[in-house]
């Protein structure tokens, strides 16, 4: 097949684009390159082969959307997704995991293959045809369709439902039940997000951290915001834009709660908030 990728201008491209997947021994078993999008990237995605068929149709107001800042990013782009064994399911799996994480944080993936296993698989897991977007940079007999994946807003629920029952309404009246709570919450989730123009899942009303007990409890309740952000993944300018506080300010929170924690980095503090049984949804 054409479209070979350069790790080079990759690498140099943007952190984060070339992805490894280990096992649970820690054995390297697969590996995703997947581009974020916003301003910086915007021309290396609109010139390059099967990224460019998606991003040259947009409309004025559809990139204007894109273009974040570089701090920021929009949607990611699945390049290519590569497993030591084809066969492997565990591997695809850990790979997969990682991007639905990153849809959930950004609210958006596209990507674009000519091979109907992986048409097959994206299509399962909620992408959708992007129409006019299909190519043939694989190859003059390779047609090539571009897929979305869009849980920006009320659209999570629906996909979460989607996985949840593959793509069958449930016909448990238990499971119906859960199915209708969990929709209703995440769809206040949504708006609420999309009013405050915030990420991830703390938007969720009545999904906090733990509070009376452990680490968080010796914390402000703006330290207590910005502890459960990272938590959440965010970096500092994404703490900063989900807070409405300067990056400065994230920065002093986090120098405090690194003291009252007794840790030294993000990676201790939420090795430590994990091991305190801190996560979304605790009472």
């Known amino acids: 097949m054409r479209a070979p990728l350069d790790f080079r201008t990759l690498l140099e491209l943007a952190p984060g684009v070339i992805r490894l997947a280990r096992d649970a021994s820690g054995a390297l078993c697969g590996a995703s390159v997947v581009i974020p999008v916003n301003a910086e990237t915007l021309p290396f995605l609109e010139a390059q082969p099967v990224t460019r068929a998606y991003f040259r149709r947009l409309s004025p107001a559809e990139r204007a959307e894109y273009a974040v800042p570089p701090e920021r990013t929009a949607a990611w782009f699945i390049r290519h997704l590569h497993t030591c064994d084809l066969a492997d399911s565990g591997a695809r799996g850990v790979l997969f995991r990682d991007l639905f994480h990153l849809a959930f944080r950004n609210g958006c993936l596209l990507t674009s293959s000519p091979a109907p296993f992986f048409q097959d698989l994206v299509r399962r897991c909620g992408f959708v045809e992007v129409a006019g977007a299909t190519h043939h940079d694989f190859g003059a007999d390779l047609p090539s369709p571009t897929y979305i994946l869009d849980v920006r807003g009320p659209r999570l629920a629906a996909l979460l439902l989607n996985l949840i029952h593959g793509g069958v309404p449930p016909d448990d009246a238990r499971a119906s039940a859960v199915a209708s709570v969990l929709a209703e919450r995440l769809a206040a989730w949504a708006a609420e997000s999309a009013r405050a123009g915030q990420g991830g899942l703390s938007g969720v009303p009545g999904w906090t951290g733990k509070e009376g007990t452990g680490t968080l409890a010796g914390l402000t309740p703006r330290e207590r915001e910005v502890a459960l952000a990272v938590l959440d993944g ?34 201790q503090l939420i090795r430590r908030l994990i091991g305190e049984g801190t996560r979304r949804g605790s009472p």
């Open 234 to 267: 965010l970096s500092n300018t994404e703490i900063a834009d989900r807070l409405g506080i300067r990056l400065l300010t994230v920065k002093k929170h986090l120098t405090r709660i690194f003291e009252k924690a007794g840790v030294q980095s993000r990676t």
